[in-house]
């Protein structure tokens, strides 16, 4: 039988994480895609980014068709030969939409098959070197965030501040939680080669 859920953040009860999730107002929109097989994830960091964000969307689903046509000029989060550095679109200035694929890279490179449309959107990349929190999940390659962090470092470099980084506050506890949860010797067996990450 499955734990009751808090029908917010999507965690047990006993571990709502909704009185530590803020609300933060951002002049850069963003709109998360989030693969189906995500949207139960037990530790997913799109759900916490779109209730903490007042100017966030986050739409599950393999098809998106009908993206918001308000003016925005829109920008892909993805990797790709011609994407744009942060730094370069920051100096750019004016309100843009940042669009996020969320899922295993295997699953955000499927949407990005089955979305022509948001394929060919202009690319931003993150810089090198950044670092994950994301204690419990190996990264497939050097520099790879979690949905949640990837948008937290988006934004600060946007908006030039650092206010942005309030969000990984209930990411935070949401990881101690669940190593709290496994027990010390479990996550040292199982986790701690990727402290160093």
Known sequence: MSRPQCTRCQR????CLCALIPSVASTTAVLILQHPSETRHALNTARLAALGLTNAELRAGEVFEDLPDDGLESY?????????SLVDLAQKGGPLRLIVPDGTWRKARKLLHLNPRIADLPRVA???????????????????LSTLEAIVAVLNTLEDT????????PFETMIERQIAAMGTEVFQ????SLQHR
């Open 12 to 15: 047990p009860l006993s571990h």
């Open 76 to 84: 892909l989060l993805f990797p790709g030969e011609q994407a744009v």
């Open 126 to 144: 993150l810089p090198e070197g950044l670092m994950s929190r994301y204690r419990l999940r190996k990264a497939p390659m050097p520099g790879a």
């Open 162 to 169: 650092d206010r942005f980084d309030v969000l990984l506050g």
């Open 189 to 192: 067996r199982n986790h701690a």
